[in-house]
């Protein structure tokens, strides 16, 4: 820009002068100099002579200024693949972390069930007998499964009234409390039916938590007149199968979990239709094999060392302060 005015000592054009282009030596006027007639802006097809008009055109001239498009390099490309991967492998991470977490639960889970089921008071038909007078095996398993339901029913609300106010990180707790409290109740309501239609399951009482086990985990009756069923219940399958069960009522379990009290109303339901269900589906079965009582020779039971109290695993606010 030789020979150009500063900007600070340029005047304001005066009205009536030339309007011009006012920025430049080429073709451009200067409010001192005056007008100037050459400039190299408008030369011709030759590329030589002065612009006729003697102004500068303003448009940008092609190829000279044009930016250059931006290409992302092959650094920031692999920088950014090298983040999503670690994003990615992260995710994984977490969710292997997860899942062990919830498998273990669930083994701890279902090793509390099968050390708490042989010690579950069970009521021999004896004893059912003198508690409930002149009923026959039909109505004294309806008064049973009555009682069964309106106690898993009382645990599902004690759940909802405790979720009311919704903290996601005692909510395995709650699911866990929910699960034995009911898992209990269901599992002495199936030992009661298997004495009532007079099919008590051979064996010491840690045979007979078993065969309840599987019964409460396949939602079926054992028939103790078939011995390689039997020994079936008593193999392997049983803590595989006792998974799946308690999986799948973790997943039913969840709407007791529903907050401002929804959840209680929901558990208190749906607990109740359960055990009723759970119930209909053993006694079908019981009643293929059933031994009338006149032909019942079966001694009394004798209660386990270490009985349970059902007050234990019931009470749902003692559970969950503990």
């Known amino acids: 820009m030789t020979g150009s005015t500063p900007p600070w000592k340029r005047r304001f054009p005066r009205r009536g002068a030339d309007h011009g282009p006012s920025d430049g030596p080429h073709g451009a006027r200067d409010d001192e100099r005056g007008p100037s007639g050459t400039g190299a802006a408008g030369a011709g097809a030759s590329g030589a002579g002065p612009d006729p008009a003697g102004a500068a055109s303003l448009e940008p001239v092609p190829g000279r200024d044009d930016p250059v498009p931006a290409r992302p390099g092959a650094p920031v ?45 069970v009521r021999d038909l004896a004893t059912l007998r003198r508690q409930y007078p002149g009923l026959g095996p039909e109505e004294l398993a309806d008064t049973l499964v009555t009682g069964a339901a309106n106690a898993t029913a009382a645990v599902g609300a004690g759940i909802g009234a405790a979720a009311m106010l919704p903290v996601p990180l005692a909510m395995p707790t709650e699911l866990a409390v929910e699960i034995t409290g009911v898992a209990a109740i269901e599992l002495k309501l199936i030992a009661e039916l298997h004495e009532v239609y007079g099919v008590r399951p051979p064996g010491s009482p840690r045979a007979r938590a078993a065969v309840y086990l599987s019964c409460w985990s396949r939602e079926r009756g054992v028939d103790v007149t078939r011995p390689a069923a039997f020994n079936d219940m008593l193999g392997g399958p049983l803590r595989r199968e006792l998974r799946r069960r308690v999986t799948k009522r973790m997943v039913r379990d969840l709407p007791s979990l ?65």
């Open 258 to 322: 529903t907050p401002f009290l929804v959840g209680a109303t929901a558990g208190a339901v749906f607990n109740r239709r359960e055990t009723r269900r759970l119930a209909r589906r053993v006694r079908a079965d019981l009643r293929k094999i059933q031994v009338p009582w006149d032909a019942l020779d079966l001694p009394a039971l004798q209660p386990p060392p270490d009985v349970l109290d059902m007050r234990d695993v019931t009470d749902v606010r003692r559970q969950l302060e503990d």
């Open 77 to 121: 490309a692999r920088r950014r693949t090298a983040a999503l991967r670690h994003r990615a492998g992260r995710v994984r991470q977490g969710a292997r972390t997860g899942g062990g977490r919830a498998r273990a639960g669930l083994t701890r889970l279902v090793d509390r069930l099968v050390a708490m089921a042989p010690r579950i008071p």
